[in-house]
């Protein structure tokens, strides 16, 4: 009987092991991947194997789910995905948000915006939603104004008022902290300051409050939203486990959606 019992745990071991469901995810590598290879053992514990693929754009992520390359990604939030299926004829959708982060405003050199010195040289994130939402957050600062005051795709020809006369430059949202040292200021996705190793709640000259609405949100196709990978994937976000993982490790830098 004892063999007979080992036998069997061998047998229902391989078969769980056959059932187990690969989920492939595209994230950018700070804070996304690092929350998902966090929820990586409790995904096994359901049968799903978590395999993160870490991406330094914001693009490629959509393009690979899109084309079924990839499964779902973890990198943006809904204004972006809005502009990208807009321009890109894709239909993705988010099933679930999961983190803000607070955009920030940073500069080697100078300590206040006051300070910001006339005719400075200002770079924004080159994709749509992102530009707009650094030219949002100059705004809230008092350093431009905008036309439409509440248009989330604003670009620097819809700067109304300028009295510092700043120099808006637009670049890929990846290299901006690499030029921090060349300007004098950035405004940067927090994702990407956490890798240049700067602290958005200290470093940051202007940040976002904690109202933001850009939610970072898990996406997949319309087809795969359903799968019971993903929503064990979304259910894994959402848990307790996270929201504290996430207080502690980004101590304010990230701050849960749920």
Do not use: C, W
């Amino acid at each position: 009987m004892k063999k007979l019992l080992t036998a069997l745990a061998v047998v229902a071991a391989f078969s769980s092991a056959a059932q187990a469901e690969t989920l492939r995810v595209a994230a950018s590598a700070v804070p996304h991947a690092e929350i998902l290879n966090f929820v990586k053992p409790a995904l096994a514990k359901e049968g799903v194997e978590l395999d993160v693929k870490v991406f330094t754009d914001y693009v490629q992520p959509n393009v690979q789910v899109a084309e079924k390359r990839l499964d779902a990604n973890f990198f943006q939030h809904q204004p972006y995905l809005d502009e990208f299926n807009k321009s890109r004829g894709t239909s993705l959708v988010s099933v679930g948000g999961v983190h803000v982060e607070p955009f920030g405003a940073y500069s080697s050199k100078i300590k206040d915006l006051k300070d910001l010195p006339q005719g400075a040289n200002v770079v924004i994130p080159n994709d749509a939603t992102n530009g707009g939402r650094a030219l949002l957050l100059l705004q809230k600062a008092g350093v431009i104004t905008l036309k439409d005051p509440t248009n989330i795709l604003s670009t620097p020809k819809d700067i109304a008022e300028n009295p510092k006369g700043i120099k808006v430059r637009e670049l890929e949202a990846a290299t901006l902290p690499r030029v921090l040292t060349q300007v004098d200021l950035a405004l940067i996705n927090t994702n990407y300051a956490l890798e240049a190793k700067l602290n958005p709640t200290e470093d940051a000259l202007a940040i976002e409050g904690s109202d933001s609405p850009y939610v970072n949100i898990l996406v997949t196709r319309e087809d795969n939203k359903d799968s019971p990978a993903v929503q064990k994937l979304v259910k894994a976000l959402h848990s307790d486990d996270v929201k504290a993982f996430i207080l502690e490790k980004y101590k304010g830098a990230v701050v849960p959606a749920f």
